[in-house]
């Protein structure tokens, strides 16, 4: 199974200061398609998760352009360019390219 | 309104079987590949399984400590995505949710709100 890790598993940010979250796999996430199955979710205290960014950099629609995905083959970045209160929440990335599908042990976010 | 609605979760005693249910609404669900994530109390998601849609074969993919006790099945015709657990021991206790990618591979955008299954003695 490919293993994923995150770093730091807890991240206390002022408003309107950035936050960065990092995720590593175990094995390399780009296809022979040319496509990298990596994605960000987001799962606020008492909700399902949600979902930021699929294929390392994309933003879902709704997503603020606060969020920012990078990285490439088994090194991801998630960035929040000024958090806001409502960015609470713990933080997951996910691989998709193996299964079973794995997750990150999740990033808790709160504010200061 | 797209949605996901999970049900038929409860308390069961290990060894015991459950049914749990998720209803789609607001979109076909027959074209979807659908999955199950769960959740522990207090712990991170992890990933149970997938159906494909029947056009793309209708068959199944479990993780290692679900395989063989739990079983994914859909019918179509209600719009209803199902989920078999048997032989069910106290390390199932989680949330399950539903989930499918309606954008991207296994972006899974579309979340149930979840069904807690409590397996106790």
């Known amino acids: 199974d490919i293993v994923m890790t995150q770093t730091p598993l807890s991240l206390s940010v002022t408003p309107g200061q950035p936050a960065s979250i990092s995720c590593k796999s175990s094995?390399?996430?780009?296809?022979?398609?040319?496509?990298?199955?990596l994605y960000w979710y987001l799962q606020k205290p008492g909700q399902s998760p949600q979902l930021l960014i699929y294929?390392?950099?994309s933003r879902f629609s709704g997503v603020p352009d606060r969020f920012s995905g990078s990285g490439s083959g088994t090194d991801f970045t998630l960035k929040i360019s000024r958090v806001e209160a409502e960015d609470v929440g713990v933080y997951y990335c996910?691989?998709?390219?193996?299964?079973?599908?794995?997750f990150g042990p999740g990033t808790k976010v709160d504010i200061k | 309104e797209v949605q996901l609605v999970e049900s038929g979760g409860g308390l069961v005693k290990p060894g015991g079987s459950l049914r749990l249910s998720c209803a789609a609404s607001?979109?076909?669900?027959?074209?979807?590949?659908m999955s199950w994530v769960r959740q522990a109390p207090g712990k991170g998601l992890e990933w149970v399984g997938r159906i494909r849609s029947k056009t793309d074969g209708g068959t199944t993919d479990y993780a290692a400590p679900v395989k063989g006790r739990f079983t994914i099945s859909r019918d179509d015709s209600k719009n209803t995505l199902y989920l078999q657990l048997n032989s069910l021991k106290t390390e199932d206790t989680a949330l399950y949710y539903c989930?499918?990618?309606?954008?991207?591979?296994?972006?899974?955008?579309?979340w149930g709100q979840g069904t807690m299954v409590t397996v106790s003695s």
């Open positions: 996910m691989q998709g390219i193996h299964l079973p599908f794995t």
């Open positions: 989930t499918t990618a309606t954008v991207f591979a296994y972006a899974f955008d579309i």
């Open positions: 094995q390399s996430l780009l296809h022979s398609d040319g496509k990298t199955y």
């Open positions: 607001g979109f076909t669900l027959s074209n979807a590949w």
């Open positions: 294929a390392v950099s």
